[in-house]
């Protein structure tokens, strides 16, 4: 029988020694050990309604043979992907094509490298075996960027991991806050004193040394909106990069396209809910891409849903992309 304090003194000397010429060993070869880096993969606020499009931080300076270790922390989805130079780019559902599995990998340059979509507490280590800068990219979302500069060892690296970690908190903190003012923004630019205008979701492109980096805000900015029967409510969305939709009724598998709508001269989609039992869906809304050297010009996009509500009653709604974020709102109609 062994009890607590049978353990000799000698014995935990001899551990602490063992322990110190551990430690010693490190201190004195540390370029035998191949460093292990962190970093971030997406934030949000606790209600989920700002969500940051980033990489946290979204450059690093590191050795070939190093690893890197990116920890997801967002309820939306994101993926670390390393394309080939002048790969093209491909949708989220395929990867590369096909996701690197079992939560790690290795990147050189000359194969694309991609994991699946990943959310919170989900994490990706990749070893980095040969020198050079290579582009970071989510696949979900255009403007989330970084990049990966892999130095021979012989070249001394700028900083250590404490450096990275407080930029990445200063980088969450700042995408995160208030200070842009997004929810107190207008849409002065069309003001129609007959119609009620609703913000369907705003968000805000940066850039930084590292490449992209994007809030979006996942919010009806009023979301219990009253009108009157026969009115009409109006949705726009402001966002420069995510995409929202109006969905009244039953969420569509597929929401790109639109369910029992009309387009109004100025191109905006109209719909009418009689009643609660009504599926009326906008498809997805936002500004189209610029157009790009080389590239056909695309038309303009859908930027405006309208809906008339004929009879009273409540309305719920919601995204049918971000509902699970809590992007959701309701009509209520008074005679
Ligand atoms: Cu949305």
């Known amino acids: 029988m062994t009890a ?56 690093l300076w590191i050795h070939t043979g190093d690893n890197v270790t990116w920890t997801f922390d967002s309820d939306e989805i994101h993926t670390v992907t ?76 700028p900083h250590q991991q404490d450096f990275y970690d407080d930029q990445a908190a200063e980088q969450r903190k700042s995408l995160l806050s208030d200070d842009y003012g997004l929810e107190h923004r207008h849409d002065s630019g069309h003001d129609h004193s007959a119609m009620n205008t609703v ?39 402001f966002d420069p990069l995510a995409r929202h939709t109006i969905t009244f009724g039953v969420q569509p598998v597929n929401p790109v396209a639109p369910v029992n709508t009309t387009r109004d001269t100025d191109g905006a989609l109209h719909g009418i809910v009689n009643s609660a039992a009504d599926n009326v869906h906008s498809g997805v809304l936002g500004a189209a891409p610029q157009d790009q050297v080389s590239l056909p010009a695309p038309p303009p996009g859908v930027t405006r849903f309208r809906v008339t509500f004929p009879n009273p009653g409540e309305f719920p709604y919601i995204c049918a992309i971000h509902g699970g974020l809590g992007m959701k709102g309701k009509v209520i109609v008074l005679p």
């Open 82 to 157: 390393f394309q080939r130079a002048g790969q093209i780019r491909l949708a989220f559902q395929v990867g590369c094509p096909g996701f690197a599995a079992d939560g790690s990998g290795s990147f050189n340059g000359t194969t694309c490298l991609s994991t699946p979509p990943l959310t919170k507490g989900q994490s990706f280590t990749i070893t980095f075996p040969t020198a050079g800068n290579f582009k970071l990219v989510c696949l979900v979302h255009a403007n989330m960027t970084g990049v990966v500069h892999v130095l021979d060892p012989s070249q001394p690296l």
């Open 4 to 59: 607590f304090n049978s353990v000799p003194l000698s014995r935990i000397f001899r551990l602490g020694i063992f322990i110190s010429m551990f430690v010693l060993a490190l201190l004195s070869f540390p370029e035998i050990a191949q460093a292990q880096w962190q970093a971030t993969v997406g934030a949000q606020s606790e209600s989920l309604g700002r969500q940051a499009l980033a990489f946290l931080p979204n450059e």
């Open 199 to 237: 913000m369907a979701g705003i968000g805000e492109v940066s850039a930084n040394g590292g490449g992209f980096q994007t809030l979006i805000v996942t919010r009806f900015m009023e979301p219990t909106k009253v009108i009157h029967a026969g009115e009409t409510v109006e949705w726009t969305n």
